[in-house]
């Protein structure tokens, strides 16, 4: 079994900022991709950022040079660091993370979410 638990949301004003954690644990043999996602009430779910496994990055252009994507192989994690938050930066944030599992093959895992609230 693989499990991800999501950590870091909460409420914060504008200008401030957030890091997001998540965490795979399990059976897992190699952690490939992650991103972060997020969505807002009535709105679809979207790509804020992503990692490979070289550590190449990419961002949405409303997060990029604000939100920094990082992650720590040995303990499986990536993070998510949100500078200048704005109030359109609200939403539940999920951790996605495609990894090869001890019995092989590639899945995708999902978090829980965690719910980011900027006030103006």
């Known amino acids: 079994q693989v499990q991800l638990v999501e950590s870091g949301g909460g409420l914060v004003q504008a200008g401030g900022s957030l890091k997001l954690s998540c965490a795979a644990s399990?059976?897992?043999?190699?952690?490939?991709?992650e991103g972060w996602y997020r969505q807002a009430p009535g709105k679809q779910r979207e790509l804020v950022a992503a990692?490979?496994?070289?550590?190449?990055?990419n961002y949405s252009d409303s997060v990029k040079g604000r939100f920094t994507i990082s992650r720590d192989n040995a303990k499986n994690t990536v993070h998510l660091q949100m500078n200048s938050l704005k109030p359109e930066d609200t939403a539940v944030y999920y951790c996605?993370?495609?990894?090869?599992?001890?019995?092989?093959?590639?899945?995708?895992?999902w978090g829980q979410g965690t719910q980011v609230t900027v006030s103006s």
């Open positions: 990692i490979t496994s070289g550590g190449s990055t």
């Open positions: 996605n993370v495609n990894l090869t599992p001890v019995w092989g093959g590639e899945y995708d895992y």
């Open positions: 399990g059976s897992i043999f190699r952690v490939n991709a």
